[in-house]
């Protein structure tokens, strides 16, 4: 069968450039049509290469690798080692998906035109099919991105913060909370509310089971002395069904957030006892706002948490 080298640069410029513009369209990427031309003129280089010299397995593996990592390094701007990964793994992504579609149409409308040749899938490829082929493939990887997106938006927003008062500790799950801008009104301290069963571990029982009471005044037998060595604060807040809102908060010695393998310690914070559920599901047991995670005092973790 006669194959003409000039028919296949050119499809496989063309496939390039619509592979590494979909790249970096999923990848939201700002990238210059220039380079991604000359980075897919590299690319067809290669498959021309490939007819000329007969490459062994490793050989044409190394060889695919340094093509398509030069690819990536010349059409977008990888500032940094983990910028550049992700780029060459969408673009694998996107090329596997691409080819995939492509040799699905192919198998289903015209299975005769498929011929299997020094590792490559030659012969009466129709152009037409590769185009359409990409199309789809940019679906397919759209979608199955925004089901990731969806699904991994709640987990993203969630961290472990630890809570350290009177030699005690409490750890539990917190949601990241943008519309969580609480102050405690005197000191404008940043209050990270918690419900109240979740601090068991540095708050006595008979105190989180009188809470309201001692916001109304209402002490409980002596317990006069234990509620003024805890220095309760009463915080006023706003919400939807509850315009006048009161919470009992006290100051702990530190809270620490927690962010892979590193954790931020925080000093001057306000504990807000929040006297119910904050989740139905029980996947948080506290809300902290986003302003607070913007500062504070970095550390590397010891141990895995």
């Known amino acids: 069968m006669t194959i003409y080298l000039d028919v296949v640069f050119f499809e496989n410029l063309l496939l390039n450039f619509i592979i590494l513009l979909a790249t970096a369209i999923i990848s939201k990427s700002k990238v210059k049509k220039v380079k991604l031309l000359l980075a897919s003129i590299f690319g067809s280089s290669y498959a021309i290469l490939n007819y000329i010299i007969k490459l062994n397995l490793i050989q044409n593996l190394f060889l695919k690798i340094f093509i398509s990592s030069f690819m990536i390094l010349v059409a977008f701007e990888n500032k940094k080692i983990k910028t550049f990964l992700k780029n060459l793994m969408m673009f694998y992504l996107t090329s596997l998906t691409f080819g995939g579609s492509a040799f699905m149409l192919l198998f289903f409308i015209n299975p005769q035109s498929i011929i299997y040749e020094n590792g490559h899938f030659i012969g009466t490829y129709p152009l037409k099919i590769a185009i359409y082929g990409g199309i789809l493939g940019f679906i397919i990887i ?121 954790y931020y310690t925080k000093k001057n914070i306000v504990i807000g006892i929040y006297n119910g559920k904050l989740s139905k599901s029980n996947l948080y047991t506290s809300l902290i706002g986003l302003n607070i995670l913007k500062e504070g005092e970095k550390n590397e973790c010891i141990t895995n948490i």
């Open 142 to 262: 759209s979608i199955v991105a925004k089901i990731i997106k969806d699904r991994l938006s709640t987990s993203s927003m969630l961290c472990e913060i630890e809570i350290g008062y009177n030699g005690k500790i409490a750890r539990l799950k917190t949601l990241i909370d943008s519309g969580n801008l609480l102050k405690e009104p005197i000191t404008k301290e940043d209050v990270v509310i918690v419900e109240k069963v979740s601090l068991k571990n540095v708050i006595d029982d008979d105190i989180l089971n009188n809470i309201d009471n001692i916001i109304n005044g209402k002490w409980i037998g002596d317990m006069d002395e234990k509620i003024y060595k805890y220095k309760f604060k009463i915080i006023p807040f706003s919400s939807l069904g509850n315009e006048n809102g009161v919470l009992l908060g006290f100051k702990p010695d530190y809270i620490r957030i927690y962010d892979e393998d590193e």
